[in-house]
């Protein structure tokens, strides 16, 4: 009699999730956003190992803009990781309604259904909507149904996400909205920062030329090689800035000789060849971003390090300044060029939190040596703005600290991360123990620190989304539960 009542056939559910636009953005504008290429990159969930397999587009969904990956026809097969397997999701585009609506369904993937409609409307106070009306089923019938509880907060996190991300970055490219579309050729491209970068500048309407190491098949790129000492200079010419992201990672291995040796000559020469190759053009780029490190500063205690602080000591501040030193041609040749600081970046999708992550779901976050050392962090998403808004700010030029406004002690720092994940941070590990684990980077980075502040960068007008760690931790990780009562899933 039970088996009887359970359902054989899999049952279909409703979803809806709606959200206010910031003042000064349209719907139209919300859905050119959504048109662009690089909108799908950035509407992933940062804590989702995500990856796009392949992407064919469709028809026009903004009209003169040519194939759009919205589209109607436009076909995405993308992958999302569990644990060892990349679980496929084949989405085909339906019909699409330029400025208000376009459609997609599911062909293959985890869902026995699923087809989602986005509706951009204005509403009566004259704000723009964003709206996403899915229907969908859960697989296997009676059995799938025993997990609804966990795809409906599944659903409600992702979504609550990616309209506060598009919220956000509608408002940052909204700021800068009268000033002209730039051509932005990037260094790195591929890297953590670099491809935000990309997917974030795309979406506002710019576009992007990356620079792929010569050799690399990519038709529209500048092709270039620190170590050859070769770049296309013509591939440059049209190029309104250049970003130069590129470099050895700092905590990519331990450190030998040799790789420090390509820790600085990847920076120093790769930055003095695109220095160099911008002084000799007839219409040099208007302005070159340099990412260098807050390693300039070395080791500062307490001590509070704006743009106007000295030098300090060590391998890092040593590569640091050679690194930016090395960009004097194109500052000599007229070019804006901006030194930008970076701290360490926070992001799960990379970088040394997504290698704390799993250490601090073990119950093995500690705190190294006394702790007191200053973590100088960002959110990914601040480092993209502020680097979008110093594209923007003419006044900006030479050393620009891009790190939040509230430098953390490295002992708050694994308490917090720990705390975010629901854990406790009661671990200690000795400096003696850390030096003989990591060798010269724990003295360098993880025993040492400078309490950085970005003077410059809010001075400029920057507004930080997550200035503090607790709310960076929150955004980036998609914890703490802002989303549980966000939309309506219904069954």
């Not at 990349?86 to 208000?100: E, K, N, T, Y």
């Not at 200053?374 to 998403?381: K, N, R």
């Not at 480092?383 to 790190?403: K, R, Y």
């Not at 720092?413 to 671990?427: C, D, H, K, M, P």
């Amino acid at each position: 009699m039970f088996a009887r009542r359970l359902p054989l056939k899999a049952r279909t559910h409703k979803a809806v999730f709606r959200t206010t636009l910031p003042e000064g953005v349209s719907a139209a504008s919300a859905f050119a956003w959504h048109a662009a290429p690089g909108a799908f990159e950035r509407l992933m969930p940062p804590w989702e190992r995500m990856r796009v397999f392949s992407r064919e587009m469709g028809g026009e969904a903004v009209p003169g803009a040519g194939p759009s990956a919205i589209g109607e026809g436009a076909r995405l097969e993308f992958g999302v990781r569990q644990g060892p397997v990349w679980m496929r999701w084949v989405a085909r585009h339906g019909p699409c309604v330029a400025g208000s609506e376009f459609n997609d369904v599911q062909e293959r993937g985890p869902f026995a259904s699923w087809k989602h409609r986005h509706k951009f409307m204005t509403s009566r106070e004259g704000r723009a909507c964003l709206e996403d009306d899915i229907e969908f089923a859960l697989p296997l019938g009676a059995v799938g149904e025993a997990g609804f509880s966990l795809a409906r907060a599944t659903l409600r996190r992702m979504f609550w996400w990616r309209h506060l991300r598009t919220a956000q970055d509608l408002a940052r490219h909204a700021a800068f909205a009268d000033r002209p579309r730039l051509r932005v050729a990037i260094s790195g491209v591929s890297g953590q920062i670099g491809s935000a970068l990309a997917s974030f500048l795309t979406t506002g309407g710019h576009t992007v030329v990356p620079m792929v190491r010569a050799g690399t098949p990519q038709p529209e790129g500048i092709a270039w090689d620190w170590e050859r000492k070769f770049i296309d200079e013509r591939a440059l010419e049209g190029v309104d800035a250049v970003v130069h992201l590129a470099g050895a990672p700092v905590a990519g291995q331990r450190w030998s000789e040799s790789y420090k040796k390509l820790i600085r000559d990847s920076r120093v020469e790769g930055t003095r060849l695109v220095a160099s190759a911008l002084a000799r053009m007839k219409q040099p780029p208007a302005t070159m971003i340099l990412a260098s490190g807050i390693g300039y500063y070395g080791h500062r205690g307490n001590e509070s390090c704006d743009e106007s602080m000295t030098l300090g000591t060590g391998f890092l501040a040593e590569v640091s300044r050679d690194w930016e030193e090395a960009a004097r041609p194109a500052e000599e040749a007229g070019v804006r060029v901006v030194k930008a600081r970076i701290g360490m970046v926070l992001s799960p999708s990379g970088g040394a939190l997504a290698k704390l992550i799993l250490p601090t779901r073990l119950g093995l976050s500690a705190r190294l040596g006394s702790g007191t050392q200053y973590v100088s962090w960002i959110g990914l998403d601040d480092c993209i703005g502020a680097l979008h808004h110093a594209l923007h700010s003419p006044a900006l030029a030479g050393p620009v600290n891009v790190s939040a406004p509230e430098p953390v002690m490295q002992h708050e720092f694994a308490q917090g991360l720990a705390t975010a994940l629901g854990r406790w941070s009661v671990l200690a590990v000795p400096e003696g123990l850390a030096g003989l684990a990591f060798g010269e980077i724990a003295r360098e980075v993880l025993l040492r620190g400078s309490r950085v502040e970005p003077t410059r960068l809010t001075g400029a007008g920057f507004s930080f989304l997550t200035p503090t760690l607790a709310q960076a931790l929150a955004w980036e990780m998609g914890v703490g539960g802002a989303w549980r009562d966000f939309g309506e899933v219904s069954r």
